[in-house]
C-alpha cells in the first residue's frame, strides 16, 4: 500500500505570505494526486487534482505541481479563508484504492 | 454536476451495526462511482471502500474487509455503507464523495463530497 506524508504538520504563516506544502509517496503515483482544503465543521473541498490543474471554482492563488513521489502545493498570497487543513489523496490503478496524508494545518500566525 | 445529501445524525451501541445512506441528485447516477470515507474526531480521512453502480461491484480497505457493506440502489440514486460490530473506536464523521466516470475511467479525485453523517458509538 502507497503511503503518504504530509509536511510540515503545521505551517504558521500571516496573511499575504506564501505557503508552500509538501506531499510525499512511499512508491511513485505518477501525476494520480489530488489535494483537497478542509475547514471545521466542513467536509473536504477538491482543489487540486492530476497533480497540477485547478478544480472548478479554485482560485488562481492555488497551484500544484510534482510528479512520481513529490508533489508540491503552493498558495501564493494567503487569504483569511485559506487558513485551514490541506490533504493529499492519491490512488492505485486497480481496483481502485485511496489514500490519505495525515494532513497540514495552516494557521494564522 | 451530482450533489450527495446524506442521512442524518446516528447513536449506537457497541456491537451493534449502523446503515448511512447517500442520495445523489442532479447528475446520472451511473456516471458516477461512490466511495465512503471517515474522519474521527480531531484525526484525518481514512478511505473505506467503495462502489461502482452500473458494475454493481464494491472494494473495500484492508483493515474494513468483512466489517463494511457498501451497496447501490440505482433506482433511487442513493448509495449505502453499513458498518458492523460498532466499538467506540468508530466514532467518526463518515462522508460519502463521488468519483466521475469519464470515457469510461473512473477519475482519481473525489468531488463532490456529501455533507458528512456524525455516528457516535456510545454505551
Known amino acids: 500500500e502507497i503511503v503518504l506524508t504530509q509536511s510540515p504538520a503545521t505551517l504558521s504563516l500571516s496573511p499575504g505570505e506564501r505557503a508552500t506544502l509538501s506531499c510525499r509517496a512511499s512508491?511513485?503515483?505518477?501525476?494520480?494526486l489530488a489535494w483537497y482544503q478542509q475547514k471545521p465543521g466542513q467536509a473536504p473541498r477538491l482543489l487540486i487534482y492530476?497533480?497540477?490543474n485547478r478544480a472548478t471554482g479554485i482560485p488562481a492563488r492555488f497551484s500544484g505541481s510534482g510528479s512520481g513521489t513529490d508533489f508540491t502545493l503552493t498558495i501564493s498570497s494567503l487569504e483569511p479563508e485559506d487558513f485551514a487543513v490541506y490533504y493529499c489523496?492519491?490512488?492505485?490503478?486497480?481496483?481502485?484504492?485511496?489514500?490519505f496524508g495525515p494532513g497540514t494545518k495552516v494557521d494564522i500566525k | 454536476q451530482v450533489q450527495l445529501v446524506q442521512s442524518g445524525a446516528e447513536v449506537k451501541k457497541p456491537g451493534s451495526s449502523v446503515k448511512v445512506s447517500c442520495k445523489a441528485s442532479?447528475?446520472?447516477?451511473?456516471?458516477?462511482?461512490i466511495s465512503w470515507v471517515r474522519q474521527a474526531p480531531g484525526q484525518g480521512l481514512e478511505w473505506m471502500g467503495g462502489?461502482?453502480?452500473?458494475?454493481?461491484?464494491?472494494n473495500y480497505a484492508q483493515k474494513f474487509q468483512g466489517r463494511v457493506t457498501i451497496t447501490a440502489d440505482e433506482s433511487t440514486s442513493t448509495a449505502y455503507m453499513e458498518l458492523s460490530s460498532l466499538r467506540s473506536e468508530d466514532t467518526a464523521v463518515y462522508y460519502c464523495?463521488?468519483?466521475?466516470?469519464?470515457?469510461?475511467?473512473?477519475?482519481?479525485?473525489?468531488?463532490?463530497w456529501g455533507q458528512g453523517t456524525l455516528v457516535t458509538v456510545s454505551s
Open positions: 464523495a463521488s468519483l466521475a466516470i469519464v470515457k469510461q475511467q473512473l477519475v482519481n479525485w473525489f468531488d463532490p
Open positions: 442532479g447528475g446520472t447516477f451511473s456516471s458516477y462511482a
Open positions: 462502489i461502482i453502480p452500473i458494475f454493481g461491484t464494491a
Open positions: 512508491q511513485s503515483v505518477s501525476s494520480y
Open positions: 492530476d497533480a497540477s
Open positions: 489523496q492519491q490512488r492505485s490503478n486497480w481496483p481502485p484504492v485511496f489514500t
